[in-house]
């Protein structure tokens, strides 16, 4: 989770590739009215993001094999959302200042997301909380170390 330009998408296939585990990106769930919102530098709101929470939800109640899904999950009560019966899904904060994220969307090319929006993802992030037992990583650092230390972290290198 975190906010867009943070790397999810690509820490997150590249951590799947890693694993072997199936993986999906959020924002493949939105629907076209929300995608047509930020490309025109609208900012979604709750009411926006609910749906495409919810099918990010069923998607991951239908996976039987471990998998790992990118999503911004700004929002306690989104992640809430997400994490309703699945005690073993593990939370991973992507975390960088504005300043380092919005050079990464400055670069970007091909995405919907304007830059413009990144400062309502930041009034609009809760970072997690410790009864949520998420892991933090700083992303001021090459990909190949997020990865590796995520993978660690997680208990996952055997």
Not at 35 to 61: C, F, S, Y
Not at 65 to 79: E, F, H, N
């Amino acid at each position: 989770m975190g906010v867009s330009g943070s790397g999810k998408t690509t820490i997150g296939a590249m951590l799947a590739g890693r694993l072997g585990w199936k993986y999906a990106e959020a924002d493949d769930f939105h629907p076209p009215a929300n995608v047509e919102k930020m490309h025109n530098g609208i900012p979604l709101t709750d009411e926006d993001r609910w749906p495409w929470l919810r099918a990010i939800a069923a998607w991951m109640q239908e996976q039987t094999d471990p998998a790992v899904v990118t999503c911004s999950a700004l929002k306690r009560k989104y992640r809430e959302l997400l994490r309703e019966g699945r005690p073993d899904l593990h939370l991973v904060y992507l975390d960088g200042s504005k300043e380092l994220i919005s050079g990464r969307l400055a670069a970007r090319h091909g995405h919907f997301f304007p830059k413009q929006l990144l400062d309502t993802q930041f009034a609009d992030l809760e970072p997690p909380q410790a009864d949520e037992d998420a892991l933090t990583v700083s992303i001021d650092q090459p990909l190949e170390k997020i990865v590796q230390e995520i993978y660690e972290r997680l208990g996952l290198a055997r």
